[in-house]
């Protein structure tokens, strides 16, 4: 091939390279406006639903009737000692009981399982994560061995107070579903569109509605089983 035919082709390359490049770029920008258009018109449904949705009787005493559901379920699947169970499974089948766990919950509260995964997070104890709806837990706790029945104990919390997490979530849509006030739901509803990260501020992290009430459901199930 002559120079000038040389020339030509790599002209073509590079014009062929820019041309690809600009695709790649033009089908990124639309899948991202598409992705927020999606997000936005999610987001306009579940307004209206809950615009429409009458929540539970604001009388009732919600916490109770779940707290009341679960432990039963708890304890028809796994018996006097969920935390002991956790403790004596040994760690490579302890995601797996962390996830059956969660089912069982999240039956007893009226709703589909989520995601249980497990992952490393340092200090944190696990996390639910809203878009993908899924409970992540702490891998190093869910590795270690040997436990304690302390350390299981904080296991099954994890898995109790990001289950509450995860009624939350359905709840702020569709409150009477799951047999939440709708007053309560809408508090939820205005937090997590205002949620605080712990490293954003620890003190108001905590005092945030979800985070307390996700507290009190799990607290109140391990005294059930354990005080």
């Not at 935390?83 to 509260?109: C, D, G, N």
Request: net charge neutral.
């Amino acid at each position: 091939m002559s120079q000038k035919g040389t020339q030509i082709r790599a002209q073509e390359n590079r014009s062929a390279w820019s041309v690809g490049r600009i695709q790649d770029a033009v089908r990124q920008k639309w899948q991202q406006i598409r992705q927020k258009v999606e997000a936005l018109v999610r987001e306009g449904l579940d307004a209206l639903l809950f615009t429409f949705d009458r929540g539970a009787d604001p009388e009732a005493p919600y916490e109770e009737t779940l707290r009341q559901q679960v432990c039963a379920a708890l304890r028809a699947q796994f018996g006097d000692s969920p935390a002991q169970l956790l403790m004596q499974t040994p760690p490579e089948k302890r995601e797996q009981l962390a996830a059956q766990i969660h089912a069982v919950v999240a039956q007893a509260l009226g709703m589909e399982a989520s995601i249980v995964g497990a992952v490393p997070m340092g200090g944190k104890s696990g996390c639910y994560a809203w878009e993908m709806d899924a409970l992540l837990m702490n891998a190093g706790d869910l590795e270690k061995q040997p436990v304690t029945l302390t350390e299981a104990k904080a296991l099954l919390d994890t898995i109790l107070h990001e289950t509450f997490h995860a009624l939350q979530r359905r709840a702020i849509v569709r409150p009477s579903r799951y047999g939440i006030p709708k007053a309560e739901a809408q508090i939820w509803r205005i937090n997590f569109h205002n949620y605080i990260q712990p490293e954003q501020n620890p003190e108001r992290y905590w005092l945030q509605p979800v985070e307390v009430t996700a507290r009190v459901f799990a607290a109140q199930i391990l005294n059930h089983f354990y005080d």
